[in-house]
């Protein structure tokens, strides 16, 4: 691979609180051609982007989404007030100028979000990651015509992360419940992530997860039953 040794200085947060969650700003410019280098946050240092590649494409392979790099992208945030790329917009890390998501970021010892291919990387900031079956297009549970209770995507990786966490004690019990973990969740101001494979859900912090605007599971099914997809919220 050819790597172009050119770098440049990397924009630094300002302490504008506004997050960068504007729905009037989703369909922004058309991404740029694909690019040989990715601009590490040090201003002079490249990141290895073989070694950025297998991280990300090992979690989720492209080939296996519904939905194209293009949509993807667009989904993706802008460079402007709210925030900036440091390299190109869906295939690099996106840093904001929020300080208090910076701040929640610097307590995973992060300054930005990864994104590859226009998907986002949100594992390593997620207090919790499980898996779940037959994710949908609802995240809310709900119930059919005839009154039987369905499931939403929140309450299957609510009940798997129970399951999980009184295998493990958690805080010393081994009865939580999944209305226990909703609990939890709601006051630890925390959101499910559903990825785009369509299987994995990521427990992040909600002003993380408001602010790196993406695409995701649910968009991924929308797209697989030829529906509109939509960003994640």
Known sequence: MNIDKTTSEVPKPSKETKLGFDPDRLMGSEPKGSESEVKSSEPGKLIDFDKLITRLTDRIDSKDLYSTRLERVRYTPVDGPNGSWVGERGESKYMSNNQEVNEALAKYGRDGIEYRNGVVDFSPVAEAKVTIEGMSENRLSRKDESGNHLAGNFEKANIKLA????????????????????????????????????K???????????????????FEINKKNNRNGGFDD
């Open 163 to 198: 399951e999980q966490w009184n295998k493990e004690r958690r805080d010393g019990k081994d009865d939580w419940t999944h209305t226990d973990i909703e609990k939890w969740r709601k006051e630890n101001k925390l959101t499910w992530h559903e990825n785009s494979d369509m």
């Open 200 to 218: 994995t859900c990521e427990l992040v912090p909600t002003i993380i997860h408001e602010a790196f605007r993406h695409s995701g599971g649910v």
